[in-house]
Structure formats: structure tokens, C-alpha cells
């Protein structure tokens, strides 16, 4: 009975220490992580903060901040790691804030993204930017302010593979240099995304400046935004590329204090508009 006793507790014990994420007090600018981390201090970087290493980890930031000097990425997962959670901190400084390529199921969520910038690289400056293929990622309750071009970018250089994922409830606001890329979410060969009761604001630094921009993307849902104070509320554009922006659907969204409520550029059929309110 001793024996039993003292395996079911040598058990429990392993099940406990397994289950909770490592302490990383000993984690260091540009490392790569492999098993759960929870940060126990600030970051401050001159190059990329931290690179994703394996699948189904979690990287908390324990509500602190990685701070960089304008270049690499806060948070890196190129590697294209799966089922990966990046969560519960501040990410500030950096080229880009959270960079995926080729990761399917993570989930960005509880952040604070802000002043990542680079007026060189138009892939750069971007506080989530997801390039290179994605599938079923959420991006959802950020507050992403102030990076030196889009809020949120969601793309690939082809159709079809970054398809399905969500970006919901995130606060998206004053991104974008002035004259140029001045988007808080943008798709871009981006299919079947949800997009939905995100606040956005404040993307009115050029004439272009838009709120949501749907960029030969389709089957696309945007429904329950609010946007405000943006040159446009949204703008759909084919690229020429007839079809590659059909079949996206816009559905009680409200735009306020903006110049425009929306414009749509080429073919776009399929699409539906239904009960959205403008007042600019």
C-alpha cells in the first residue's frame, strides 16, 4: 500500500511540474524557446526578443515588456511553429512586434503592441504581421497603437494559403507613417478571415488611410467593427486580378468621424452589405 501511495504522489508530482510553465528568469534577448515560459522581468533588445522553437508552447510575458531599438521582431515564429500561445505583456520597439510564417492554430492575445517601426521595409513596421501562409490563427483582445504601418497584416505573395483566420475584439488605433500604409487591418491574398468587433481608429494620416483593407482577399466576414475617426471605414481592391476579391461579406459595422465610409475597386462580386451604418 506504501508503495501504491508513493507512486500515485511521484505521479501527481510529475503531472504538477509539467503542467506549469518554467519561470524564465534566466531568458536573455534573442533566445529561442522550446517549452512554456512565463517572464518574470522586462526585456530590452537591440535585435529580435524572442524566436518560438517548437509547437504547442506558451510564451507569457508575465506582464512585462520586451523593448527593442527598431529592429528583428518583439516576438518571432518564422519557424512556423504550430498551436503556439503568445500572451499577457507589452511589446514595444521592435521592427515588427509578433511575426508568423507558415504557423497554423496560434493564438496572439492580451498584448500591448505598440511603436515597432521601419520606414525602409514595407513588410516592416507592422505590430502582428502574419506572411507566408497561416491557417485557423485568432489575434484577438490587443491593443496595437502607434507602429509605423499597419496594425495588423494578414498576407502572402499568392492565393489560398493564409486562409481562416480570426481577428476579433483587438483595440487597433493610429497606425501608419505619415503618407503611407496607414491601415489597421490589412488582408492581402488573405481568404475566409473573420474579422470582427475590433474598435479602429485613427488611420486618417493620409488620404488613403483606412481602417480595413481588403486587398485581393475573398469570403471575407467583417462584421460588428467599429470604426472611427479613419479616411475610409474599409476599401476592397481586386489588384486587377478579377475575382480575387469576390464574395466578402460586410455586416453591422458602424463608421464615424470618417471621410469616407468605403470604396470598392474592381470586380467584387458576391458581395453583401447588410446593415451597416455610416455617419461621416
Known amino acids: 500500500m506504501r ?7 511521484a505521479a501527481l508530482l510529475l503531472a504538477a511540474s509539467m503542467a506549469v510553465p518554467a519561470a524564465a528568469s534566466d531568458v536573455a534577448c534573442g533566445d529561442t524557446i522550446t517549452t512554456n515560459i512565463t517572464l518574470t522581468h522586462d526585456l530590452t533588445c537591440s535585435g529580435t526578443g524572442l524566436v518560438v522553437g517548437a509547437p504547442g508552447i506558451t510564451v507569457d510575458l508575465g506582464g512585462f515588456t520586451l523593448s527593442g531599438a527598431g529592429a528583428g521582431n518583439g516576438i518571432d515564429n518564422n519557424g512556423g511553429f504550430d498551436n503556439v500561445t503568445i500572451t499577457n505583456g507589452t511589446i514595444d520597439g521592435f521592427a515588427n512586434g509578433v511575426a508568423l510564417s507558415g504557423a497554423d492554430s496560434n493564438t496572439i492575445s492580451h498584448l500591448t503592441i505598440t511603436n515597432n517601426s521601419n520606414a525602409n521595409n514595407w513588410w516592416e513596421g507592422v505590430g502582428i504581421v502574419m ?3 497561416g491557417i485557423n490563427n485568432t489575434i484577438t483582445h490587443n491593443t496595437i ?3 509605423s504601418r499597419q496594425g495588423v497584416f494578414l498576407g502572402h505573395s499568392g492565393p489560398g494559403t493564409t486562409s481562416y483566420n480570426t481577428v476579433s475584439q483587438n483595440e487597433i488605433s493610429n497606425n501608419g ?3 503611407y500604409d496607414g491601415y489597421g487591418i490589412q488582408l492581402w491574398n488573405a481568404d ?5 468587433k475590433n474598435e479602429i481608429s485613427g488611420h486618417n494620416n493620409w488620404w488613403f488611410g483606412q481602417g480595413i483593407y481588403v486587398l485581393a482577399s475573398k469570403g471575407n466576414t467583417i462584421e460588428r467593427n467599429e470604426l472611427e475617426a479613419n479616411s475610409y471605414g474599409w476599401v476592397v481592391w481586386d489588384w486587377g486580378v478579377s475575382g480575387s476579391a469576390n464574395d ?3 455586416v453591422r459595422n458602424e463608421i464615424e468621424d470618417s471621410a469616407n465610409c468605403w470604396w470598392f475597386v474592381g470586380t467584387y462580386e458576391g458581395t453583401v452589405l447588410n446593415r451597416n451604418e455610416c455617419e461621416v
Open 3 to 9: 508503495k501504491l501511495a508513493s507512486s500515485v504522489a
Open 131 to 133: 506572411w507566408g501562409g
Open 145 to 147: 497603437s502607434g507602429n
Open 177 to 179: 507613417l505619415a503618407g
Open 192 to 196: 475566409y478571415t473573420i474579422v470582427s
Open 248 to 250: 466578402n461579406d460586410f
